[in-house]
């Protein structure tokens, strides 16, 4: 089960993450969201990370050109875009960029992107509130890779881990205040979803 931790916003939460084994990282580019981070920072905490974990640039593009503008400037190596019909998502992922596109927990929603996003990040409510919901609607056998996320936490994520997605994806909760990721909670997260 891979895991990816969202809404880093410093270092040295990044840096804490790789070393606890995290496989993907997510930075928040929704201007006026709480986690929310200039593109600028965003490419100097990716630079300083290792190539062993992937950098994920989390955003809502107007197109495909600002797309591919916005994962070049962020030094980020894949793009989730909560934005986009299915041949703006092609289009990007024609140019070499790996794409995860969010969803709702909807079958035709799911089977609308499953052909031509890299994988389907499955969210309810308005993304980034961590919104909890039945992880059961999702449509898991819609795509190949099936990435969970919404609410989830080290006390919650066995129910969406019996689905078997491709991975998990938390935030807030692995978190003891907004922004800052807890060290005791990640690890507990990690150690979870691995066992």
Partial sequence: MRVKICGITNLEDASM???LGVDAVGFVHFPGRGRSLPLETIAGIC???GPMVAKVLVCAPI???EALQMIDR???DVIQVHSLDPEGVGEIRGQGTKVIRAVPPIRSEALRFAGVADALLFEHGTPGTGTPYDFSV???DACQRAIIA???NPENLETAKALRPYALDVSSGVERKVG???PGLVAEFI???KS
Avoid: Q, Y
Wanted: aromatic content about 0%; some cysteine.
């Fill in 17 to 19: 993450c790789e070393e």
């Fill in 47 to 49: 630079s300083s990370l």
């Fill in 63 to 65: 197109n495909p050109a």
């Fill in 74 to 76: 962020s030094n980020a």
């Fill in 138 to 140: 999702v449509p898991i």
């Fill in 150 to 152: 919404g609410g989830l």
């Fill in 180 to 182: 800052k990721k807890d």
């Fill in 191 to 193: 150690r979870r979803c």
